[in-house]
């Protein structure tokens, strides 16, 4: 049985910062691309952060420099680092992962048909 549980959302003024995670059951995180997607109201889901087994990560332009992703790997967790917030970043977040995808695609395509998904957490930006 696999679960991903989302946590860390909320509401923060433009500039502030969030950390979010994803705390993973029956599914070892360290051994697969794993990662986090966004969806605003009305708008298509969009790759934010990823990372594969062996540690490399990718970004979306929109959030290089400000998004970090990391695992801990001991409680099996997920996070995403979110710094210098603006409110183009609200959205529902969600993390998802596979055990078929040990790897990443540059594009977020192969996370984006994963298996496994969170039941997103959201996050609201006041200016």
């Known amino acids: 049985q696999v679960q991903l549980v989302e946590s860390g959302g909320g509401s923060v003024q433009a500039g502030g910062s969030l950390r979010l995670s994803c705390a993973a059951s029956?599914?070892?995180?360290?051994?697969?691309?794993m990662g986090w997607f966004r969806q605003a109201p009305g708008k298509e889901r969009e790759g934010v952060a990823q990372?594969?087994?062996?540690?490399?990560?990718t970004y979306a332009d929109s959030v290089k420099g400000r998004f970090t992703i990391s695992r801990d790997h001991a409680k099996n967790i997920l996070y995403l680092q979110m710094n210098s917030l603006n409110p183009e970043d609200a959205a529902t977040y969600y993390c998802?992962?596979?055990?078929?995808?040990?790897?990443?695609?540059?594009?977020?395509?192969?996370?984006?048909?994963?298996?496994?998904w969170g039941q997103g957490t959201q996050v609201t930006v006041s200016s």
């Open positions: 998802a992962g596979d055990y078929r995808r040990p790897y990443c695609s540059g594009d977020f395509i192969l996370l984006f048909g994963s298996r496994y």
């Open positions: 029956g599914f070892t995180i360290s051994s697969y691309c």
């Open positions: 990372v594969d087994r062996n540690g490399y990560t």
